[in-house]
Nanobody
């Protein structure tokens, strides 16, 4: 498994920005598609964004498209989520995840597509 540690969450106001980071260790980071999910109170964990292991393609949920940007730095074994124009509806615990298998051609959006998870970081957006 890949070990993942998120950081960067916090309390912000609507319209503000935050950047989440996720540091990976344990397996060759560059071989894994990485993703961010989030879970709001009383709701299921939901896909936010993913970046293919090749770094060439990114994927977003409709609710964050155009506001959030996922990126990766393979030299630092880190994946980022830049969140702009935050809304109260973005309030959730954000989780970093690594693909269930290395070098998989497809990018999944389901929880079961990802085999390693971080502990989560809280993002709270006040109105």
């Amino acid at each position: 498994q890949v070990q993942l540690v998120e950081s960067g969450g916090g309390l912000v106001q609507a319209g503000d920005s935050l950047r989440l980071s996720c540091a990976a260790s344990g397996r060759p980071f560059s071989r894994y598609t990485m993703a961010w999910f989030r879970q709001a109170p009383g709701k299921e964990r939901a896909f936010v964004a993913a970046i293919h292991w090749s770094g060439g393609k990114t994927y977003y949920s409709d609710s964050v498209e155009g506001r959030f940007t996922i990126s990766r730095d393979n030299a630092k074994s880190t994946v980022y989520l830049q969140m702009n124009s935050l809304e109260p509806e973005d309030t959730a615990v954000y989780y970093c995840a690594a693909d269930v298998r290395a070098l998989r051609p497809m990018v999944g959006r389901a929880v079961v597509d990802f085999g390693s998870w971080g502990q989560g970081t809280q993002v709270t957006v006040s109105s």
